[in-house]
């Protein structure tokens, strides 16, 4: 596992994985959110305050992902899709069945709103050497994921640390 | 109508001023109901055996994209709707569990105003279980300059949330 095989080479800096989500910007997953974490935040909840503050119904920024998570299920689908491509891409690639998320930097852009229909794209910034944790052996990744809306206009970045590891015996 | 809605402005903050605490009791319900908010079907989110046996942890626990969310009903709870969130950063050093009790806690850094005259208030945040320090957070988020400002309104180059 010391030296980094090419194909993992070559996804370092490339986009990767332009899409357009599967589904509009909507209310009903905003409301499953918000009450998940008892955002009771008028800007979600109330339409004259959303109108007075934000121009109209926005959804909370922290859900920027979540736009782009595939469906568990689809017709017509041929292989499961995941979301955070690259990151599993790295755990086949590179052998390793288990992974967390470590660290998570999101830069938030144009509001997202209601009936927007978003786009992304994935680049694999780097990949380390191999490190042992309390988890295990494995590699330290970082994944930057990239979001527009319809218009073109950017509406935020992701940064997603990843660590893929074997447990030791 | 600003009077009416809770508003954190520029000028009455202050670094070291701190944010209330909150405390949230998190049940197996809080996890699952998190991931599928955020559309997280992987099973370490809600199938006790998964998580237990493949991922050799205790119980499943609280997704990334959902703590992303605790952290943001934190902040805005605070800041009122007129605080928008600019940057938001955080390490994950544990994990949060059913039975858990999360703690948050913040405060303010620094308060300053960038070049295109946004008023920014940037925030440390540390998400707490039995005392031991499960997330750290760094947040930087516009909020009014005064009472009549709205960050809100900023597009284009006027809103600089990278600095």
Same mark, same amino acid.
Request: with cysteine.
């Given at each position: 596992?010391? #030296?980094?095989?090419?194909?993992v080479q070559?996804?370092i800096?490339?986009?990767?994985y332009e899409? @357009?989500?599967?589904?509009?910007?909507e209310r009903?997953?905003?409301? *499953?959110?918000? #009450?998940s974490v008892e955002?009771?935040?008028?800007?979600?909840w109330d339409e004259?305050t959303?109108n007075e503050i *934000?121009?109209g119904f926005?959804a909370p920024p922290?859900?920027?992902s979540v736009?782009?998570?595939?469906h568990h299920w689809a017709p017509?689908? *041929? @292989?499961g899709?995941l979301p955070?491509?690259v990151?599993f891409?790295?755990?086949?690639?590179l052998?390793?069945?288990e992974?967390v998320?470590?660290?998570?930097?999101?830069t938030?852009?144009?509001?997202v709103?209601?009936?927007?229909?978003?786009k992304t794209?994935?680049?694999?910034?780097?990949?380390?050497e191999?490190?042992?944790t309390k988890?295990?052996?494995?590699r330290f990744?970082?994944?930057?994921?990239?979001?527009e809306n319809?218009?073109? @206009?950017w509406?935020?970045?992701e940064?997603?640390?990843g660590?893929?590891?074997k447990?030791?015996? | 109508?600003?009077?009416e809605?809770k508003?954190v402005t520029?000028?009455?903050?202050?670094? !070291?001023?701190?944010l209330p605490?909150l405390?949230?009791?998190v049940s197996a319900?809080?996890?699952?109901?998190?991931?599928l908010?955020?559309?997280?079907w992987?099973?370490?989110?809600?199938? &006790?055996?998964f998580?237990?046996?493949?991922?050799?942890?205790q /119980?499943?626990?609280?997704?990334?994209?959902?703590?992303?969310?605790w952290f943001?009903? &934190?902040?805005?709870?605070w800041t009122?709707p007129y605080?928008?969130? !600019?940057?938001?950063?955080f390490?994950?050093k544990?994990?949060?569990?059913?039975?858990d009790?999360m703690?948050?806690?913040g405060?303010?850094k620094g308060? /300053?105003?960038d070049d295109? !005259?946004?008023? %920014?208030?940037?925030?440390e945040?540390?998400l707490?279980? /039995?005392g031991?320090t499960?997330?750290?957070?760094?947040?930087r988020?516009?909020?009014p300059?005064?009472?009549?400002?709205n960050? %809100?309104?900023?597009? !284009?180059?006027? %809103?600089?949330?990278?600095?």
């Open positions: 596992m010391s #030296s980094l095989p090419a194909e070559s996804w800096g490339p986009k990767r899409a @357009e989500g599967e589904f509009d910007v009903g997953y905003i409301f *499953t959110t918000c #009450s955002n009771g935040n008028p800007l979600f004259k959303a *934000t121009d926005i922290s859900m920027i736009w782009f998570r595939p017509n689908r *041929t @292989e899709a955070l491509q990151h891409d790295l755990k086949e690639a052998g390793l069945p992974a998320m470590s660290d998570n930097t999101v938030f852009g144009e509001p709103r209601p009936g927007d229909r978003l794209w994935q680049v694999l910034r780097s990949v380390s191999p490190k042992t988890l295990g052996t494995g990744w970082v994944i930057e994921v990239v979001y319809q218009d073109g @206009e509406v935020g970045t940064s997603y640390t660590f893929g590891y447990r030791d015996k | 109508m600003m009077s809605i508003t520029a000028n009455r903050l202050k670094a !070291g001023d701190a605490e405390s949230v009791d319900t809080t996890v699952v109901l998190g991931a908010a955020s559309r997280d992987r099973p370490m989110h809600h199938d &006790y055996k998580a237990t046996e493949r991922n050799g942890v /119980d499943i626990f609280v997704n990334t994209p959902n703590l992303a969310a943001e009903r &934190y902040i805005t709870d009122g605080g928008r969130l !600019g940057r938001i950063q390490r994950m544990d994990s949060v569990f059913p039975e009790t703690v948050f806690q405060e303010v308060v /300053d105003t295109v !005259g946004c008023s %920014w208030v940037q925030l945040l540390s707490t279980v /039995d031991k499960v997330n750290d957070c760094s947040a988020v516009a909020i300059g005064n009472e009549g400002d960050p %809100w309104k900023r597009k !284009g180059d006027q %809103w600089k949330p990278q600095a």
